[in-house]
């Protein structure tokens, strides 16, 4: 058990709709980063938040967005869904924002899109 | 261009046997590069690191991974395969943006 939750374990939705991932973090850690693994794309980066503000951005769809509340907890928003949507979505954390930070992952989130 | 580059999708060995899994690498500036294992079904848990300190960088469960610039490989590799080690690795590389770049996975096979 990594620390790090991730909720819902399984979603399923149809195109068109609009969906919200929720992962809270290792306590004590303050960067979440979200990360897509698809068998098309492989595991690709997301966005990176660091103590409620955004700090990296990687290959995110302009639908999909995310923020990074108060309590450091962070959703992601994915909308207009498409079926290339369907993917398993991670959220990861780490104490801090630099290169070595040791990366801990979620469980993520399985989401069928039909 | 792909800046890490998993050989081998799948490899398979016998229980006992040494484990390699290649992992290169392009980049410009000194790199820092890490080996994941995901389980079937789990998240990603880090395996080992290098950060530029010693070449041969020690991990968990027996596995350890050299960085050779000259080759601009980082490869992973455990003497003894247990069949517990069975999963997919991913080799990921820290770099420009801030960000983590994956490979696209070895899927290891324990064999009787």
């Known amino acids: 058990d990594s620390g790090v939750t991730q909720t819902p374990k399984h979603l399923i939705t149809a195109t068109g709709q609009r969906v919200t991932l929720r992962c809270s973090p290792r306590s004590g850690d303050l960067s979440v980063y979200w990360y897509q693994q698809s068998l098309d794309q492989g595991l690709q980066f997301l966005i990176q938040?660091?103590?409620?503000?955004?700090?990296a951005k990687g290959n995110i769809l302009e639908r999909f967005s995310a923020q990074q509340f108060p309590d450091l907890h962070s959703e992601l928003n994915l909308s207009s869904l498409e079926l290339g949507d369907s993917a398993l979505y991670f959220c990861?954390?780490?104490?801090?924002?630099?290169?070595?930070?040791?990366?801990?992952f979620g469980p993520g989130t399985r989401l069928t899109v039909l | 261009a792909q800046s890490v580059t998993q050989l081998g999708s799948h490899v398979s060995v016998s229980e006992g046997a040494l484990v390699l899994l290649r992992c290169n690498y392009s980049?410009?500036?000194?790199?820092?590069l890490f080996w994941y294992v995901q389980y079937p079904n789990q998240g990603l848990q880090l395996l080992l690191k290098y950060t530029s300190a010693a070449t041969l960088v020690k991990g968990i469960n027996g596995f350890e991974a050299e960085f050779k610039k000259s080759e601009t490989s980082f490869h992973l590799t455990k003497p003894s395969a247990h069949m517990s080690d069975a999963a997919e690795y991913f080799c990921?590389?820290?770099?420009?943006?801030?960000?983590?770049?994956f490979g696209t996975g070895t899927q290891l096979k324990v064999e009787l």
């Open positions: 990861a954390s780490s104490r801090d924002s630099r290169y070595w930070d040791t990366q801990y």
């Open positions: 980049s410009s500036v000194p790199p820092y």
């Open positions: 938040y660091y103590n409620g503000e955004e700090r």
């Open positions: 990921a590389k820290w770099g420009g943006g801030n960000k983590l770049t």
